[in-house]
């Protein structure tokens, strides 16, 4: 039963109850969980003795197999299932972290530990790796309720020693959220008889262990009775904090058992801090301290199940962003998406020490390794774009000199780092366009704020470091996606691995402006410092008479420091045969629209430059003019071509 997978998109930080009107069970264990020798196990008489209680319920698990061939007959029940032949406890707690991104379980089942005694395992580590697993289980769903199995004997295999410590060990480990049970599988159980062999049950065993394991079930469930459904309602997308935000959650539950239903809102995740009107009111207000993505979660019990919902607040300009992974995870294999598109991405071949402080929080921190990565399927949404803008801090391992790849999309479009050069390209359908600067830096052992973008509209691939400009090159062409559908980020599909730490890794479906990668670039809770403004002062043009007027536009952005300024701008003629006339025909919004007009012909070079009244920038632009009726020639214009006028001209100014 695989309908949690829809579920799962919506889960942010770790992952809670699986929230349909059935009661997921998880079979956890080894060949006594999953049926070796013919026998379905225990799973499929308790999966009919539930049927007939009344009980809704969807066993989970990895895999829908037994360990050998059982008849057809047989196979009349819900086989997903954890069991895993000849597994140890310590094998089921290694591997456990993976299978629960596929589900969420209500109630666990787990029987393990009989491979360990088998194979000669003391108890106190066989109930350490127990330990383990509870505390897996409980990471990805704090509510899940644990039946605990004291061990059915063996033949030659006496678990009596075990059982009797696990009775001592589980107290003190239950909890009110996530209580532990122990269900005495071993007491009255004669392996002679209910055995068909050393180990596994027969028919008769099977049918004993799922009455237990019913008993254990009816003791914390009611007949009937279904977890709350829980709707969080819609996402919401604001301006600003100023706005106030209505939440919409609704709750239906079927009165079981009888008693009170609460409901509670809790902030998952963001940057500020979130204040409801009243938290434990389905229909409620909330305001938020700072701008930014945010993840809330409404939560519902009937005192035995819980049920629960997301929505997601975004407030700015960040709210435009396709793919936003924070890093908030402390632990885990999973890093959530909180943009509305919700990509969550899985990652590979790294385990819970690879989590380490970050800028905002925590981070993701990779050895360089081949394979070490964070994968987001091919079939995430908005992560193919025709404009977009790939940002994120980044804190290469000085001594790495390899290209290191910080992320993005197959060979399509990626932003990288080697040594102190930082390059972001895309593929054209026949190569790769690049912008790259070297000399950087970003290999100094330091967080540092990168960002790489490509307007399709002006052809502009542009990239940034700690929000400022560092190269801009025109490239009047588009993205082709040829070249693989899996976004990743710190390597490129396995290879150009990157080494150091990674946070805040974002993508936007367009070119953002200057002023808006600077406010990503700025450190959290660190008043920013003013940056000089950042210029683009157009394309190079060519006109021919009789029109000999030429319209420019220019973008510029600036910080909004210091306080209260207003960028000025000077246009100024570096280099030209005759005089050129500058008209302003709009400025707002950042765009900068100028007519210019020439008396003569020839090529010329011409410079903006902007001022916030403590810093500037500056970009250049060339025009080219020439009469309709013949062509131009270096004699016509003085000997002096456009390319040799930019040089001398931008070797002066520098």
């Known amino acids: 039963m695989k309908a949690v997978l829809a579920v799962l998109a919506l889960c942010f930080w770790v992952s809670s109850p699986v929230y349909s009107q059935v009661v997921t069970v998880l079979p956890l264990g080894d060949s006594i969980t999953q049926g070796v020798g013919g026998q379905p196990s225990y799973r499929r008489a308790l999966w009919f003795m539930l049927f007939d209680a009344g009980y809704s319920v969807d066993f989970v698990g990895s895999h829908d197999i037994f360990g050998a061939a059982v008849p057809v007959e047989l196979q009349d029940f819900d086989l997903d299932n954890e069991g895993h032949s000849a597994w140890?406890?310590?094998d089921l707690d290694a591997a456990l972290e993976t299978w629960l991104q596929l589900y969420d379980a209500d109630i666990v089942l787990l029987h393990a530990g009989t491979n360990d005694l088998y194979n000669g395992q003391s108890i106190e580590s066989t109930l350490d790796e127990l330990g383990g697993i509870i505390d897996k289980l409980r990471v990805d769903n704090p509510f899940t309720i644990i039946l605990l199995a004291k061990l059915i004997p063996g033949r030659t295999l006496d678990t009596a020693p075990f059982n009797l410590e696990l009775e001592t060990w589980v107290q003190g480990r239950s909890t009110p959220d996530s209580p532990i049970i122990v269900i005495d599988q071993a007491a009255g159980y004669d392996p002679f008889v209910e055995n068909f062999d050393d180990l596994h049950p027969n028919e008769f065993g099977e049918e004993k262990m799922a009455t237990r394991w019913l008993e254990g079930i009816q003791a914390v469930l009611t007949p009937g009775n279904q977890k709350p459904i829980v709707d969080a309602g819609p996402f919401h997308l604001i301006d600003s904090t100023s706005e106030i935000v209505t939440l919409m959650g609704s709750v239906s539950d079927d009165g079981l058992p009888v008693g009170s239903l609460t409901h509670q809102w809790s902030k998952i995740a963001g940057p500020g801090e979130v204040t409801f009107d009243d938290a434990a009111q389905l229909v409620t207000n909330?305001?938020?301290?700072?701008?930014?993505n945010y993840v809330l979660h409404l939560h519902a019990s009937d005192t035995e199940l819980v049920g629960g919902d997301y929505t997601f607040v975004q407030i700015g300009d960040v709210a435009a962003a396709a793919g936003h992974w924070p890093f908030y995870e402390s632990s885990g294999i999973t890093t959530h998406d909180v943009s509305v598109n919700a990509n969550d991405g899985t990652l590979v071949n790294l385990d819970n020490s690879h989590?380490?402080?970050?800028?905002?929080?925590?981070?993701?921190?990779?050895?360089?390794l081949f394979g070490q990565q964070v994968s987001i399927p091919a079939a995430s949404n908005g992560l193919q774009p025709a404009s977009l803008t790939v940002a994120g801090w980044v804190k290469p391992d000085p001594a790495w000199p390899f290209w290191s790849w910080v992320a993005g999309q197959g060979d399509n479009y990626g932003l990288y780092v080697q040594g102190d050069k930082i390059v972001f390209y895309f593929y054209n359908g026949s190569t790769w366009n690049n912008v790259n600067y070297d000399n950087t830096a970003v290999g100094d052992g330091q967080w540092h704020h990168l960002a790489g973008s490509f307007d399709a509209l002006t052809g502009s691939l542009s990239i940034y470091m700690d929000g400022v400009l560092l190269n801009a090159t025109p490239y009047p062409e588009s993205i082709v996606y040829s070249f693989g559908t899996e976004f990743s980020i710190g390597s490129m599909q396995g290879t150009r691995n990157f080494k150091g730490c990674l946070d805040e890794i974002r993508v936007y479906g367009r070119a953002l402006t200057g002023s808006e990668i600077q406010v990503l670039a700025q450190v959290p809770g660190v008043d920013p410092v003013n940056q000089p403004p950042t210029v683009d002062a157009g394309v190079d043009q060519e006109i021919q008479f009789p029109f000999n007027t030429v319209r420019i536009s220019a973008q510029i952005n600036d910080d909004g420091l210091p306080e209260a300024s207003t960028p000025g701008y000077t246009w100024t003629q570096q280099a030209g045969p005759g005089t050129a006339l500058f008209t302003e025909i709009d400025f707002s919004g950042g765009l900068l629209t100028?007519?210019?007009?020439?008396?003569?012909?020839g090529d010329y070079l011409f410079v903006l430059e902007v001022s916030d009244g403590e810093l500037s920038g500056f970009d250049d632009v060339g025009v080219s003019l020439s009469f309709w009726t013949t062509e131009s020639t270096d004699e016509e214009f003085g000997g002096l071509r456009k390319r040799e006028l930019m040089q001398r001209a931008r070797f002066k100014r520098r």
């Open 355 to 368: 989590w380490q402080p970050g800028v905002d929080n925590n981070s993701l921190c990779l050895d360089g």
């Open 88 to 90: 140890e406890a310590g």
């Open 594 to 601: 100028t007519d210019i007009t020439l008396d003569l012909p």
């Open 286 to 292: 909330v305001s938020f301290s700072e701008e930014g």
